[in-house]
């Protein structure tokens, strides 16, 4: 693995930065954002929403430029038709969703204690649709990854404010995800917390990572190297493959963990989806 990876990933390994297994999710947060407030003391607490351009004035100007004419536009077009239009029974998104689904996106994921589980926005998305006698969608891209560049275009400048309720299911879910955000893995036997927490701001390869602040902010997004949009766990999925693990399936227990504690972790920030990336 070594061989792969730059002198000062390597070096940044030794770094220690590890939440306590036993701390409240609030004291976890904390902790996680002072270390990257700490770690990046020129960027405004507000700007972690935009990723590896928020610690990387080169990349930053082309990456603005981009923004002027964004290439997400024309998913947010084809979603919000998507949302617009009837199911075959006549009933459209909007029956599914408080406020009919306009600027709510930012509440997810939340634990739904009625069920006990994790609910992403996508996989709302999908009940929906089977709610009303339709064939559920993929996860990762295509009509799916519109709906939601739709929704949380409308959501967009909301603050992002995930609840862990005080039920031991949604406890038990939390846990998983910061397990699963910690655990190393795959034939580099590493853990997302090595590259976008011990070493965010390093290169690996020809990219810099990003902070693990602010990461799922801008989701879905579109990517140049996808060509199109894509779902954050389509983008988990890729991150796992890059240190030769096998992603789970999006929309598995496991990364619905994943992004409730990696959701979490970002509260306070705004919701600023969808977005373009390289
Ligand atoms: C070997 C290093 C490595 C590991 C391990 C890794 N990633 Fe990544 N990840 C990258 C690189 C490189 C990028 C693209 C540059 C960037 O935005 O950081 C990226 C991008 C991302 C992005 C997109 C950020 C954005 O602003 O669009 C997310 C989200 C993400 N990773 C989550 C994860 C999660 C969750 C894990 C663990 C399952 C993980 N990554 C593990 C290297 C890694």
Redesign the pocket.
Known sequence: MKKLLTATLVLGLLGVFALPAQATPQEDLEKFQNYFYKKFPNTPKDDFIN??YSIDAASREQWESIEEFPPYELSIEKGEKLFSTPFKNGKTYASCFENGGIGIAHRYPFFDTSSGEVITLELAINRCREANGEKPLKYKKGAMADISAHMKYTSRGNTINIVVPDDPRAQAAYERGKK??YAKRGQ?N???A???IH?AGNK?RA????P?LG??T??P?YRSKWGGMGT?HR??GG??K??RAKPYKAQSPEYRA?EYF?TYMSNGLESNGP?A??
């Open positions: 990723g590896v699963n955000f580099m590493m853990a997302c090595d590259c976008h070493n690996v990219d810099l990572l990003s693990a990461q799922v801008h989701f997004v954050l983008r988990y991150c796992n890059q240190v994943l990696h977005g990336r390289k």
